[in-house]
């Protein structure tokens, strides 16, 4: 249980951003949610961008309760940037299971009130939202829906069972269709990841998902994770050992290029630590 005295802390806060954002305007709101947002202008520091990251996601959702409802587009691009925002937060600074699982809900239902902007999307929705899935076009929303989703399925494999992880492959899949070298082989990645990871029983695939992770690799060769999560997800497992090392001795190879950092800051540092944090477990001395 939280201490009192947490809740304070966390309550005068909240009064603080309150007080910050009465009298702005969306549009400010959103143009300061995104300069902290920001990773790539000036130089970034992993552990420092984390606060950064949370005030963002707070501007972003006083903005958006502002909005008004025929704003589709302003809506659509703080919807997307919600969703992915509350991913990256988990992903790269959260630890605790709750705090995950509150972050990876929000995502995933930002990345869903995104795709329901489309009157297209909530009416085939109501028949099939797998057949509205199929005919959505904001690559955006779908890539961080199935990123979202599959996180926040740990938690819930029940609903991962009677469906879930179909919705997590088939947004992966339609994300491929619409462009494959989205984030750099993001598309490819992610479901390299979700085959590798599974049961077979609900899909898994290792041979596939190596396929996957190469071809993310020859779209992305700068995404340096391409790399790192074809090594920890299919060499290790399929105990080649040669494999495993050298793609992680490429990885920090290319990390020495500043250049290579600055491309995707937050997600090449966190790949840069796992591929040593692999290294150091001893398969590779």
Same mark, same amino acid.
């Given at each position: ?158 609903? &991962?069972?009677? +469906? ?7 947004? $992966?899949?339609? %994300? #491929?269709? *619409?462009?494959? !070298? /989205? @984030? ?16 077979? &029983?609900?899909? +898994? ?7 996957? $992770?190469?071809? %993310? #690799?020859? *779209?992305?060769? !700068? /995404? @340096? ?61």
């Amino acid at each position: 249980m939280r201490q009192r005295g947490s809740i304070g802390l966390v309550i005068l806060s909240l009064v603080f951003l309150s007080i910050g954002v009465i009298g702005s305007t969306p549009r400010s709101l959103i143009e300061e949610a995104d300069r902290l947002y920001d990773r790539w202008s000036g130089g970034f520091d992993l552990s420092s961008y984390g606060e950064n990251l949370r005030e963002a996601i707070s501007l972003y959702e006083a903005a958006l309760a502002g909005l008004p409802e025929e704003s589709l587009q302003t809506r659509a691009y703080v919807l997307n940037r919600l969703a992915r925002a509350e991913f990256e937060l988990g992903f790269a600074y959260l630890t605790d299971r709750d705090e995950l699982e509150a972050a990876y809900s929000k995502g995933k239902d930002y990345a869903l009130a995104s795709l329901r902007l489309d009157p297209a999307f909530r009416e085939t929705e109501e028949e099939s939202f797998r057949a509205a899935l199929s005919g959505a076009n904001d690559i955006d929303a779908i890539f961080w829906y199935g990123n979202n989703l599959g996180r926040y399925l740990e938690f819930h494999p029940l609903t &991962a069972m009677r +469906g879930g992880m179909k919705d997590v492959r088939a947004s $992966f899949e339609r %994300a #491929i269709g *619409l462009d494959p !070298g /989205y @984030l750099d082989g993001g598309p490819w990645r992610a479901l390299g990841s979700f085959l590798a990871q599974i049961p077979s &029983a609900l899909g +898994g695939n290792i041979d596939r998902a190596e396929e996957a $992770f190469r071809s %993310a #690799i020859s *779209l992305g060769a !700068g /995404y @340096l994770e391409n790399k790192v999560d074809l090594a920890e997800y299919v060499m290790k497992p399929k105990g080649d050992t040669e494999g495993f090392c050298s793609l992680l001795r490429e990885v920090l190879a290319e990390a020495d290029d500043p250049e290579v950092i600055a491309r995707w800051p937050l997600y090449n540092t966190l790949a840069v630590t796992r591929a040593r944090d692999l290294l150091a477990d001893g398969l590779c001395n």
